[in-house]
């Protein structure tokens, strides 16, 4: 086999083949081509048969690029090789020997769907639904999983868990109904093979004595489960070959162990390590700048990228002032270099998390420039946000029924598809709306007593809302929504972490609306909506090859682009604030590693020093990240749209601010107001609400129809009330 279009470290991995070897492969460095070249090295070679040798990877995009690649080198049909992804191994394995363990052969294997139907319908049987939901308890579950835990293990060691009694009855009946049904979940496939190997040492022996040569891709992925696996597999011939990377770990969330990487020669005696440092990827400057930024981090196998592309320039940063000018930054960058002759599919916009998605799809849309979200929904397009809109659409146009369906039951009210089927067809058959039918007395006489209980459960809370619309400013309409639905309170609720995820969406669709707002004073929630709408038409994405890419950082991961931008670097952004609190930086660092490495030609960085949070203003300082890579990059010049420098921008917001903190002290003077109860309200007063519990207030507004009081409550945040009709009392 002709091996001269590889470097001397690539030549000297695929020339191993006997013992244990960990490929310390850096971005770019071509380990999917040393992995292939090993294979066929050995079946062509040393004539290895190809049955005995097992390749694993994370995708099945990976796990079809190695056999294609393989393919050709051959000239030969791989499809029988033992080459795919854990699960397809694992199933692969237990499709032969399930028997053993106690399953028929022809069990399924539950996609999420099925996984989430079976734990409901655990859930209440068991007479949990008001303590948990099915997300939670298959999170918890999956977590338990990924460590090799039975329900018993579980209980012992997660103790720490609020409701581990509640999990744990859950788990067990779980793991119960799977056997009854003759089903396994994604988690099992690994599991089993485990189990089936601990329970039967023939078979054990078996796969070991067959698989002579073990490959493993993207070790620094691999879970506790994965990890014994790999040494089950290799446990006879001690030939195993695993290839990462411990600066590009950044999957601990999903159970990913850095620890499995970092410890292989102690794991496997007398293990060989080769470095493949030479980047086929990125110019010098990118590289350098990864350089420096990684070597901060003490948790790694120390290298040094370099390539011999010299011909890159300086990644760039630039400071914004707001979100929108940073999008602004981006976006005529991008132009620009469309007309240097560079095409949308170019491009990538990388972020920390997936709500920060939106300023960019915005702008992408305004200038008709296609793209697509890689790894996840269109920011309108998600759920939660959906969700909201269409709570805000049933407000302004009660006739819109598919809205109504959608959230009538969004959290969930006890509505099911029977009860709305029942108001679809009475609305239907006298020619009325379904919310005429629910809010009207003249209609509601239509439907009985179950059905008008029902629905009351969704109209009542926001019966206030409906009545008095007009008199509602779009982000404080937004809020009450949030808040009455109780759609709010069920995300604030749960253990999910996509429910976390949820709330950084809405909590960004807010600031849309608070930016909107106050560049549209006079607008109201229909206008708003109406904008929405016509925002939607402009995306016109149907040419998905030739589209700007916006994706996470995590959803970057093994791709590459010309021209990359990272944004949002900001300190408590990214690096975040759980990982700062949590002491995960090392982490961070290591993702926005990745991030850097994706780019090959140009990179563009950037941060901004206000964001709206909720709403509100939100000030930043650049990620501790910038400060480490000062030396590697360009540092923009800022120039606002004042046309200040950036002290002199920062200035005039300071003077800005106490001038107006002055003049409210003053206003707030002059202003001694009576409530109804004949109480007197001044700023620093302390409130109790009926609801909302004790508060303080920071602001008055003078209003003709009651003024209007800004307060500071300990657990519900900043409100506004009209001082005349709100339920409060002094303190």
Request: charged share 30%; with cysteine; proline share 2%.
């Amino acid at each position: 086999m002709n091996l001269d279009g590889l470097n001397n470290m690539q030549k000297k991995a695929v020339l191993h083949d006997k013992g244990p070897l960990l490929v310390l492969a850096g971005a770019g460095s071509g380990k999917t081509r040393v992995l292939t070249t090993s294979i066929a090295y050995l079946i062509e070679e040393k004539n290895i048969d190809p049955r005995n040798i097992i390749a694993i990877t994370f995708t099945n995009k990976a796990a079809n690029e190695m056999k294609e690649r393989i393919a050709n080198l051959l000239h030969m049909d791989v499809s029988h090789l033992w080459i795919g992804t854990f699960h397809s191994i694992c199933a692969r394995i237990l499709r032969m020997n399930i028997d053993k363990i106690g399953y028929d052969r022809n069990f399924t294997i539950y996609d999420t769907s099925d996984q989430k139907t079976l734990v409901k319908e655990i859930i209440n049987d068991l007479g949990y639904k008001d303590d948990v939901t099915p997300r939670e308890a298959l999170n918890v579950i999956s977590q338990a999983k990924n460590k090799s835990m039975d329900p018993e293990e579980f209980l012992q060691i997660n103790t720490y868990y609020t409701k581990s009694d509640i999990f744990y009855e859950i788990f067990k009946k779980y793991e119960e109904k799977k056997f009854y049904y003759n089903a396994l979940d994604f988690d099992d496939l690994i599991d089993k093979v485990l189990y089936l190997f601990v329970r039967n040492k023939e078979t054990l022996k078996y796969y070991q004595q067959k698989f002579e040569y073990v490959f493993v891709d993207e070790y620094q992925d691999t879970n506790n489960s994965q990890y014994e696996l790999i040494k089950y597999f290799s446990g006879f011939y001690n030939n195993v070959t695993v290839v990462g990377d411990a600066d590009q770990s950044i999957y601990s969330f999903r159970g990913a162990d850095i620890s499995n990487i970092l410890n292989f020669e102690k794991d496997f005696a007398d293990a060989d390590v080769i470095k493949l440092e030479q980047n086929y990827r990125s110019t010098d400057k990118i590289l350098d700048t990864a350089n420096v930024l990684i070597e901060n981090n003490s948790e790694r196998k120390d290298k040094n990228l370099w390539t011999e592309n010299k011909d890159g320039s300086l990644p760039v940063y630039k400071s914004t002032n707001t979100e929108s000018e940073e999008a602004k930054f981006v976006m005529d960058n991008i132009k620009n270099l469309i007309v240097d002759g560079y095409e949308p599919r170019d491009f990538a916009i990388l972020y920390r998390t997936n709500a920060q998605s939106r300023p960019f799809e915005e702008i992408l849309m305004k200038n008709l420039v296609n793209y697509k979200v890689i790894g996840g929904l269109k920011f309108y397009d998600r759920k939660e946000i959906k969700d909201l809109v269409s709570y805000l659409k049933i407000l302004v146009n009660n006739k819109d029924d598919l809205a109504l369906k959608r959230i009538i039951n969004e959290p969930k009210r006890g509505i099911g598809n029977k009860t709305i089927d029942d108001l679809e067809y009475i609305a239907s058959k006298h020619n009325i709306s379904m919310l005429d039918l629910i809010r009207e007395d003249e209609f509601n006489i239509f439907i009985n007593e179950r059905l008008r209980k029902s629905t009351n459960k969704f109209y009542q809370p926001l019966k206030d809302i409906f009545d008095n619309l007009s008199n509602y400013k779009i982000v404080d309409l937004i809020n009450d929504v949030l808040d009455k639905s109780g759609y709010m309170k069920m995300l604030d609720s749960s253990f999910s972490v996509e429910d976390r995820a949820r709330i950084d969406n809405i909590n960004e669709f807010i600031s849309s609306a608070a930016e909107y707002e106050e560049n549209n004073p006079e607008d109201s929630i229909y206008d708003y909506l109406e904008n929405l709408s016509l925002l939607s038409d402009l995306d016109k994405t149907e040419d998905k090859e030739n589209s700007v890419s916006i994706m996470t950082m995590h959803s970057a991961k093994g791709l590459e682009f010309p021209i990359v931008f990272v944004v949002g670097l900001d300190e408590g952004l990214f690096p975040g604030k759980r990982s700062i609190d949590e002491g995960n930086i090392e982490e961070e660092r290591r993702l926005f590693y990745v991030g850097i490495t994706r780019a090959k030609e140009k990179l563009f960085l950037t941060s901004s020093k206000s964001r709206r949070s909720y709403g509100k203003p939100v000030f930043y300082k650049p990620s501790r990240f910038i400060d480490e890579i000062i030396g590697k990059i360009k540092v923009e010049e800022e120039a606002t749209s004042y046309g200040y420098t950036s002290r002199e921008y920062e200035k005039a917001m300071a003077e800005d601010y106490m001038r107006e903190k002055t003049r409210q002290s003053v206003l707030n003077k002059k202003l001694i107001k009576t409530d109804a109860s004949g109480g007197d309200f001044q700023v620093g007063d302390k409130i109790r609400h009926s609801k909302w519990g004790d508060g303080m207030v920071v602001q008055i507004k003078i209003q003709d129809k009651g003024n209007e009081l800004v307060v500071a409550f300990d657990k519900k945040g900043l409100k506004k009330l009209n001082q005349n009709y709100a339920p409060i009392e002094k303190i």
